[in-house]
């Protein structure tokens, strides 16, 4: 008879990991809550991963071994099907979950059975650095509106209803390098709510030889596409003509900010999500002009419009706003 499946699946993939994954693993085993598995799947490792792994004695582990080096996407994929809990933890084999991580996410999943999805705060650590911390809401309607600039969850601290993925037909997307988790958060937000635990749940290990910072320049241009296909949605679903050139100017800046006025009369419930979205947008659009157009009128209409104060544009992102403006190359276009 087989033994009955574990309430969450914690899916850790890995590569050349011998030097992290010890103290990845142990945190997982030390969580307060107990009832989950641990799926290990090693994706052509050359150093020691393997043997570190099998030095833990815990009947929670499962390590299997991809034939070759698939790559992340297929190989969370393949965990996906792989796994048996009726939920699906994310935990990269260099990261740290606080022992309280699966307690925390359970709870809010089982209590809001319209949340497919959710992660949590974040704090990034490394030698010699500051640690960084990660704030992301707990609302849907905040996170559609994160959600045009940046991923709204954290991907390592990622807590998914598997059912939701099985029934949907949803998988990491090849399509999107090293955006698979952003694509896949704009689909699960189509189908149902996303959430965040507002605590610190996870530390993420930073590197220089980071996935992040290896592919950042493949990052930004697939992000930059799926970022437009967001707002094509946003348009579709609102019946707003949102139009976004391959080359914009502060005239397309001025016409997407005058869509502004046809969400007045719409229910306010309504109304507030929208313009969340929208405040997205135009942030996008501030970082995404054509450099011929960050000219010193234009700042000066930046801080007389009074963008720097509306919820959305605030804060760092005014900030950027005002920096892209002084230095047109600091920061890549968001669109």
């Known amino acids: 008879?087989?033994?009955?499946?574990?309430?969450?699946?914690?899916?850790m993939p890995a590569y050349n990991a011998a030097a992290t994954i010890g103290p990845a693993v142990a945190s997982i085993l030390a969580q307060t809550f107990s009832d989950f598995e641990l799926l290990i799947i090693d994706d052509g490792s050359t150093d020691a991963t393997v043997q570190v792994v099998s030095s833990f004695a815990d009947r929670r582990i499962t390590l299997l071994r991809n034939p070759e080096n698939l790559g992340l996407i297929l190989t969370l994929n393949r965990g996906i099907e792989l796994a048996r809990g009726r939920y699906l933890a994310r935990m990269d084999a260099d990261d740290l979950s606080l022992p309280d991580r699966l307690a925390c996410q359970y709870r809010l999943m089982e209590a809001r059975p319209t949340v497919v999805a959710c992660s949590s705060r974040t704090v990034d650590f490394a030698r010699h650095r500051l640690p960084r911390?990660?704030?992301?809401?707990?609302?849907?309607e905040a996170l559609l509106a994160r959600m045009v600039v940046e991923p709204p969850l954290s991907h390592p601290a990622s807590f998914v209803r598997r059912a939701t993925l099985v029934n949907h037909g949803l998988r990491y997307d090849p399509r999107y390098p090293h955006c698979e988790d952003y694509r896949l958060w704009f689909e699960l937000s189509q189908v149902g709510r996303?959430?965040?635990?507002?605590?610190?749940?996870?530390?993420?290990?930073?590197?220089?030889?980071?996935?992040?910072?290896?592919?950042?320049?493949?990052q930004a241009t697939v992000a930059r596409g799926l970022r437009r296909e967001i707002i094509a949605d946003f348009a579709r679903s609102t019946g707003l003509a949102v139009e976004l050139p391959n080359t914009i100017t502060a005239a397309d800046l001025r016409r997407v900010q005058g869509l502004y006025r046809q969400l007045t009369a719409r229910p306010r419930a309504q109304r507030a999500g929208e313009i969340g979205q929208l405040n997205g947008i135009c942030y996008c659009l501030y970082m995404s002009m054509a450099k011929a157009e960050y000219t010193p009128a234009s700042l000066i209409a930046f801080l007389g419009s009074g963008d720097w104060l509306r919820a959305g544009l605030g804060g760092i992102r005014a900030w950027r706003v005002i920096r892209k403006h002084l230095w047109p190359n600091h920061f890549p276009p968001l669109l």
């Open 1 to 11: 008879m087989p033994p009955p499946s574990p309430a969450i699946t914690v899916l």
């Open 133 to 140: 911390y990660h704030l992301r809401e707990a609302g849907h």
């Open 194 to 218: 996303l959430s965040n635990v507002q605590r610190v749940l996870l530390r993420a290990r930073v590197s220089e030889g980071s996935v992040s910072q290896r592919y950042a320049e493949v």
